[in-house]
C-alpha cells in the first residue's frame, strides 16, 4: 500500500484530489494539509511514502517544502501537481528535487500512471510539461535572463521584499520559518534571475517595481 500526503492551500481542491487518488490501486491517502508550514511536523510522527504538493502555497512554497522534505526525509518521493508549467519553474522544481511534475487538469489516467512511475523510482512528467521544457531549452536559473516579477515565485518575492528593507538571512529565515540555507538558495536564485550581483542591486530592482517603499 502506497501512503499518501496531499498539500494543497485549497482545501476545495484537496477534497477533490482525494476523490481521485482513491480510486487508484494501492494507495491510501494518510493525511490532507492545507498549510505547508505543517507538513514537516506532520511527517516527524507520521511517515509516508509519497507526498503531493502544489507549486504555488503561502508559508512555504512547493519549492521550499520539496528542498526540507528532501534534507529531512530523503526516502520520501515527491509529486508536484500543479497548474504551474512554465519551463523556469519547472527547472526550478526539479532542481529542488521532485521526482514527477503534473498538471492538474490531468485525469485519473494520468495521476495513476504518474504514482507508479515515481514509486517505481522513476520520473514522470506532463507531455505538456516535457513539451514546454523542450521548447525553451535555455531557460534555466543557472542561464536565465532578467527576470519579470511574473518569473519570481511567491516566496522569491517575499525574501526580496525582505532584502530591500535590510533584513539580514538569519533573520528572513527566521521570519519565514525557513533555514537559513533555504534563504541562501533564494538569494542565489534572485541573482541569477534578476541579473544582479548584490543586495543592492536587488533593493534597487525591488524599488523599481514597487515592492517596497
Do not use: C
Request: glycine share 4%.
Amino acid at each position: 500500500m502506497i501512503r499518501v500526503l496531499l498539500v494543497d492551500d485549497h482545501q476545495m481542491i484537496l477534497e477533490s484530489l482525494k476523490l481521485l487518488f482513491r480510486r487508484i490501486p494501492e494507495v491510501k491517502i494518510v493525511a490532507t494539509i492545507d498549510n505547508s508550514k505543517n507538513v514537516l511536523t506532520f511527517l516527524a510522527n507520521d511517515p509516508v511514502d509519497l507526498v503531493v504538493l502544489d507549486f504555488n502555497m503561502p508559508h512555504l512554497s512547493g519549492v521550499d517544502l520539496t528542498l526540507q522534505i528532501r534534507q529531512h526525509h530523503p526516502t520520501i518521493r515527491i509529486l508536484m501537481l500543479t497548474m504551474v508549467e512554465e519551463a523556469i519553474h519547472i527547472r526550478e522544481a526539479i532542481k529542488a528535487g521532485v521526482h514527477g511534475y503534473i498538471l492538474k487538469k490531468a485525469d485519473k489516467e494520468e495521476l495513476e500512471r504518474a504514482v507508479q512511475q515515481v514509486m517505481g523510482g522513476k520520473r514522470y512528467f506532463s507531455p505538456a510539461i516535457v513539451d514546454e521544457l523542450s521548447a525553451h531549452p535555455g531557460e534555466d536559473l543557472n542561464n536565465a535572463q532578467p527576470a519579470t516579477i511574473q518569473n519570481l515565485t511567491e516566496r522569491e518575492i517575499e525574501v526580496l521584499k525582505l532584502i530591500a528593507l535590510e533584513f539580514s538571512s538569519p533573520e528572513i529565515a527566521e521570519k519565514l520559518y525557513i533555514s537559513l540555507s533555504t534563504v541562501e538558495t533564494h538569494r542565489r536564485n534572485l541573482f541569477h534571475k534578476l541579473n544582479v550581483k548584490s543586495a543592492i542591486g536587488l533593493t534597487k530592482y525591488a524599488l523599481r517595481h514597487g515592492l517596497v517603499e
